[in-house]
């Protein structure tokens, strides 16, 4: 039942309405060229929206579980969008947001604690694991919107690159957490349907399943082909791949700029 949880548990936390009002000056900025580097107002923007992106992925995988039966969800802080409330907030935000910088991939992070023994049913055990990246795609289809609707006219080309890139990294970020892999959400998905002995064996890899992605991404074929693929799902949604390279690109202001990433026009 739903109803111990407490108005104040779920109160929106002022710590993410700040990142929202971060992210929206970011966006105003990079939408008006107010900012004299325009990338450093789309630094602001995408990070923002990524932690924000990364918050309600952790809200959906707490609130379907609060449905589902695990009514300690709301004592733990997790229904307030928090991200301070993460029970690793190092792999919740910092390291995703340090991915992000480093290589423009949007690696999921982890986690929020649920308690499995409160939860009956297969399908809701896969459900709670599914509606984090679920709402990855969510946000992508927000933000991949305005180009496949062929709404942008008059819309900044900073701001476009912007958009782009953040809907990159919420594509990336879907895909790779629906892999099966121990730890990530997508075993997560299919881990209630395996047997008691197959969870036993995979059970000690969990914690380093993220990092194991992560290694296997920096073999230059296997990432040359990720990112084929990552380019042709945004060119099905109408983000051609040299918008969401200008936003990168923009997006490391500290980096040599690309003089082919025309900001007006």
Request: proline letters at 6%; hydrophobic letters at 50%; one cysteine or more.
């Amino acid at each position: 039942m739903t109803t111990a949880i407490r108005r104040s548990d779920r109160r929106i936390s002022p710590v993410f309405l700040g990142i929202v009002a971060v992210t929206a000056a970011g966006g105003w900025a990079a939408w008006t060229g107010f900012a004299d580097n325009p990338g450093v107002a789309v630094f602001v923007f995408v990070t923002g929206a990524w932690i924000v992106s990364l918050c309600l992925h952790e809200y959906a995988h707490a609130r379907t579980a609060l449905h589902s039966g695990d009514i300690s969800i709301g004592a733990k802080g997790y229904l307030t969008l928090n991200p301070l409330k993460y029970t690793h907030a190092l792999l919740s935000i910092i390291l995703p947001v340090l991915f992000v910088i480093m290589g423009g991939l949007g690696l999921p992070g982890g986690a929020v604690f649920i308690e499995r023994g409160r939860i009956q049913g297969r399908w809701k055990h896969s459900l709670i694991s599914a509606a984090g990246p679920l709402t990855n795609v969510l946000f992508a289809i927000v933000c991949t919107a305005p180009f496949w609707l062929d709404a942008l006219d008059g819309v900044p080309l900073v701001f476009r690159y912007a958009l782009a890139f953040l809907a990159l990294l919420q594509v990336t970020a879907a895909l790779l957490n629906f892999l099966p892999v121990p730890g990530l959400d997508g075993y997560g998905v299919i881990e209630p349907w395996l047997s008691y002995k197959i969870r036993r064996q995979l059970e000690p890899f969990a914690p380093f399943g993220l990092l194991a992605v992560f290694g296997v991404l920096w073999i230059p074929e296997v990432n040359v082909a990720f990112f084929d693929l990552i380019d042709s799902l945004l060119g099905l949604l109408g983000i051609e791949e040299f918008e969401s390279y200008c936003g990168q690109n923009l997006y490391r202001f500290w980096a040599e700029q690309n003089p082919g990433c025309r900001l007006s026009g």
